[in-house]
């Protein structure tokens, strides 16, 4: 079941950071955002209108977080996400509640879509 309204719409933004309570430390002095840990290599924060998270699975990436969207039915999102020319560069993978897959966009933005289901 699908998490209702929220169907291909940005849900997430992930920074792939090499320290995690050092982006603790930066992003509440500065913009008082809080925070749920999920491990030592996850991390959720939350502004008080969207929530992201931090993670150390890969290298940190300058340039730009990664934008994550959410749709109601990951496979169908992967076929129109493919049927429109991106290329799929994170097959689907389980995690602590749910999949997802990451694609490249035609300007060679990198993405990724979950889902609960």
Request: proline share 5%; glycine share 14%; charged share 20%.
């Amino acid at each position: 079941m699908g998490i209702s309204g929220r169907d291909r719409q940005i849900d997430n933004i992930e920074f792939n950071v090499g320290d995690i309570a050092r982006s603790k430390a930066f992003y509440g002095a500065v913009f008082g955002w809080t925070f749920t840990d999920y491990g030592p290599g996850y991390c959720e924060f939350n502004d008080g209108r969207l929530s992201g998270g931090f993670t150390t699975a890969g290298a940190p990436r300058p340039g730009g977080a990664l934008v994550i969207l959410y749709a109601d039915d990951l496979a169908e999102t992967q076929q129109r996400v493919e049927a429109a020319g991106a290329t799929i560069v994170k097959p689907v993978f389980s995690f602590p509640g749910g999949r997802r897959f990451h694609f490249q966009d035609p300007d060679g933005y990198e993405l990724a879509v979950w889902s609960a289901d």
